[in-house]
Nanobody
Framework: VQLQASGGGLVQAGGSLRLSCVASRRTFRSYIMGWFRQVPGKEREFVATINEIGTSTNYADSVKGRFTISRDNVKNTVYLQMNSLRPEDTAVYCC????????????????WGQGTLVTVSS
């Protein structure tokens, strides 16, 4: 599965961005999807995950109530709506696909997109 993320950019604190990740396969609907983020010098951090049919989501405590993950299995796309952005949300955001698991760990994911940079200015 090839994943292409987009939607990153520069935004002021308090603003919003919507990230998209398009998958190359029709089997997209069989994968758990997740968003992770990484800043230089730090490990990749879990942000959000959604199950195969979009009925269950989970979030890192740091983004809960501000970010929303969703998916469209017709368009083979997973989204991350980010509201009330903070400077500490600045990172490269990557989408990933997993065949099984809870979706919290980097090791559970089989496929990764290239990432999109989100920069939040104070």
């Amino acid at each position: 599965v090839q994943l292409q993320a987009s939607g990153g950019g520069l935004v002021q604190a308090g603003g919003s961005l919507r990230l998209s990740c398009v998958a190359s396969r029709r089997t997209f609907r069989s994968y758990i999807m997740g968003w992770f983020r990484q800043v230089p010098g730090k490990e990749r951090e879990f942000v959000a995950t959604i199950n195969e049919i979009g009925t269950s989501t989970n979030y890192a405590d740091s983004v809960k109530g501000r970010f929303t993950i969703s998916r469209d299995n017709v368009k083979n796309t997973v989204y991350l709506q980010m509201n009330s952005l903070r400077p500490e949300d600045t990172a490269v955001y990557c989408c990933a696909a997993a065949s099984y698991g809870l979706g919290y760990k980097v090791s559970e994911y089989d496929y990764w997109g290239q990432g999109t940079l989100v920069t939040v200015s104070s």
